[in-house]
């Protein structure tokens, strides 16, 4: 966007820029027109004005700032459009005005690589520009808003050919502006594998070096892969003089693997876990946006046999091709090659299913749909919950996330909670209700429980309540010591005391029928001392960030007084997490992932209880990785109590 200013406006309007000859007064007398100038010329005029020149005339070529302010355009005009283009290769002390845009033609032969610099002061005019073609169809373009804009491109048009660069200011908030431009040409001519550019005319090879990428040119290649073979197909090049991308198809274009970093080697895998070899595509092409117009590469490849565990189970990839299951142990999956389950869930019973599997060779996805494909949870484990009066079947999916091949365990379980009586009874009512004790209880419809407790003055505080809602729905009713409701919710309930003085309070935890008979669940009791902070203090900001915690609770958000955790380095390729508990009603608590500089890789903003935070490093480096805990609204001066655990793996 550009934007006026006044001294611009009356800059425009006041047209004050002169040109080189001097300026004549109306009283006769010769200006030398400096910027604080003094006539030195004998005036004589007929009413014997020997008056020196006391006018501030400060008029030059450009305004104060060095904006020109009115366009004197260079020798060179005209050449404003394609038709009027001057042939060139560069030039130097060039001008380019608002209202008159300049064109040069460049002529090339067949497999010319040209690039082209164009310099300016960008404070002084924002100058854009464009190559094209004869018919004014564009070939590259350049709108940065630095010093330097820069177009590239080669002639693969099998013939010569003249090309027209368009150098324009941007918008009209520019009168004018000087320039330089310089080309340079050399040969760019396409490799030995042409034509191979897309995948019916493919390359079949295992290596190439000193490759080129043409742009608008890609290059595929074909692999032949030998049953329980893995491809590994390498892209190496100069990252600095283009982005190359890289990726595997199969024979219909199905994508197989991308690689798309900042990184001078780019690499993609294909396990063949069938019985015949398969035939997949490499496909090498430029960044949309950092692509070079003639770069240089080398292309390597290689095939390894791997012996993975096929189970007995095959074929069971899919819905239909389920096999029915109460759980087993060494089943063997591989890339591409997802296992379905079928598992039966008694009527008024809930059943979780997990994979076990080793973190260090491979990474597995679950989860469970129904008989159509609708998704009923995700995760490890999943819980499905059975509320009706017949049998029902759910369908587990477990697909390879990372690795080519691996083992695993099958686990289903079934967690229908047994409804006895916890150690806290009889607590079933106000009057009986008992002291606070956090920790595990059940709840069914006929039997709540009530917990008593003591909140000092000028304390926030508030009581949660964790479980699974497969079971059923709980609800936390808050009492005050008179013994009416205050509050209530399905996840905990808060409130402050600024009586003055120490309140005793009662909170019950219900239920309506559940098809399980009884709800789990977990409950903690939040004390905020709205006069104090933690313990980490002070770790305000990165350079007072806590160091040597990954994990803690009972710390304190209060406004205007972030904390900073420092988790840790993660290295390429790792990921960072962190969950950030705390409740909402209490203050809306955020949290962010930062590098050292303060630079943002992660955040979570969201309006409910806990926020999650997940980073994965792809820079090529290690990172320090600095979590940020703040408050983001509040209803009183007091913050809110929040734990957090982060992991790096």
Known sequence: MRIWTL??????ALSCK??????????????????ADTDSDADTDSDADTDSDTDADTDTDTSDSGITTICVDDAQEPNDDIATAIASTGGTGLVVCEVSEDYWAIDLAANDYLMIDVTFIDANGDIDIQLLDAAGDLLDGSGGVTDMEHVEWVNGTG???????RIHLFGTSYVANDYDWTTSITSCTDDASEPNDDLATATATANAAGQILVSGNEDWYSFSVAPSNLLTVDVISTYADGDMELQLVDAAGTVIDTSATINDTETVEYFNAGAAAETVYARVYPDAFSGGACQTYDLASSQDLLVCNEDAFEDNDNLVQS?????????????????WWAVTVPAGTISQIRVDFDPADIDLDLRIVDGSGNT??????????NGGIADATVYAEVELADGICG???????????VCTPDGHEDDDDLLSAGAFTAGAYTVDSADADFFTFDIADTHRFG???????????????LYDDGGTSIGSGATGVNSENTSGGTLSYTVGVSTAASPFGCIPYEVSLYDVDCTTDDGNEPNDDIAGATTGVTSANGLLAISANDDFFNIGTVADGQTAAATIEFLHALGDVDAQFQDVNGTLLDTSGSVSNDEFLEWTNDTGA????????FLYTFSTACGNAYDFESTIQ
Do not use: C, H, M, W
């Open 159 to 165: 013939a010569a050919t003249t090309v027209y660069l």
């Open 18 to 35: 002169k040109s080189d000859t001097p300026e004549t007064e109306t009283d006769a007398d010769t200006d030398t027109d400096s910027d």
């Open 376 to 385: 009923l949870d995700s995760g490890n484990p999943v819980v499905y919950g």
């Open 407 to 417: 083992d695993y365990d099958l686990v289903i379980e079934d967690v229908t909670p």
């Open 7 to 12: 001294p611009l406006i009356f800059a425009l």
């Open 463 to 477: 009581v949660r309540v964790s479980y699974d809602d497969t079971y059923g729905d709980a609800l936390a009713t």
């Open 323 to 339: 096999v029915a299951t109460t759980g087993a142990a060494g089943l063997g999956i591989v890339q591409n090659d997802n296992d």
């Open 622 to 629: 290690p990172v320090d990785v600095y979590l940020r805990v």
